[in-house]
């Protein structure tokens, strides 16, 4: 079996030694090969040596300056420490290597969303959906962006094609509640808002709004029986 393929089965398995011989040894066998190097500096950012990781990223592009996959892994580490700017440069030049993956456009959108930029973020969020339908999180950080930038109508689909792939997620129920209750629809909203509550009992935002609209609800009933 070729190197990477057992030391990518090896990360997947969490036999993280393992996996490492098995790159080290893709390495020894042919060091010219840009992909043992992008795969071992995938499993060095896997278990928290980023140093080292980005050490072995930027050996695959010495060797493959349009490795896609290196610039996508250089991207990801900028992004979970935050460095948002150099996250969308790398994310923008994975996708100039011709990596089109859902997982570029996604990553992109958050690095837009991260500065600010919901406009140009809705494109790359957007696209992630449509490359991968079935990716729940990508609904929902699009549903979310769409929302903020006040496209409720577009954002609900979202949000329900979250919940689809991911009926656990407390968020979507959340921002579900708030997008009915906007539209003013305070039934509907409510039963996303218990459905929230029911799955993470101490979603405190949603117990906020659920009081704000109970209230409501008991003050237009109050009203309506007096008449």
């Not at 959906?129 to 109508?153: N, S």
Request: proline content about 3%.
């Amino acid at each position: 079996m070729d190197k990477n393929i057992k030391g990518i089965e090896l990360m997947q398995a969490g036999s993280w030694e393992e996996a490492a011989s098995a790159f080290s040894e893709a390495i020894e066998e042919n060091p010219d090969d840009p992909v043992a190097y992008i795969n071992f500096g995938n499993l060095l950012a896997a278990t928290g040596d980023q140093d080292r990781a980005l050490k072995f990223f930027h050996r695959a592009l010495e060797l493959d300056e349009n490795a896609g996959a290196a610039y996508y892994s250089i991207g990801t580490i900028h992004y979970n420490n935050e460095n948002f700017k150099e996250a969308k440069s790398m994310f923008e030049a994975a996708m100039k290597k011709g990596l089109s993956s859902s997982d570029t456009f996604f990553m992109l959108g958050m690095s837009l969303v991260q500065l600010g930029n919901n406009r140009l973020a809705l494109a790359y969020l957007q696209r992630s959906t449509e490359l991968d339908p079935e990716d729940g999180d990508a609904h929902f950080h699009y549903g979310l962006c769409l929302a903020e930038e006040g496209m409720i109508d577009l954002a609900i689909p979202q949000f329900e094609a979250c919940l689809k792939q991911l009926p656990g997620h407390a968020d979507a129920y959340y921002n579900l509640g708030v997008a009915f209750a906007y539209k003013e629809q305070p039934e509907k909203a409510l039963e996303m808002l218990e459905e929230a509550l029911n799955i993470q009992p101490a979603h405190t935002m949603a117990a906020e709004v659920k009081n704000i609209l109970t209230g409501a609800i008991g003050k237009n009933n109050s009203h309506d029986s007096e008449d």
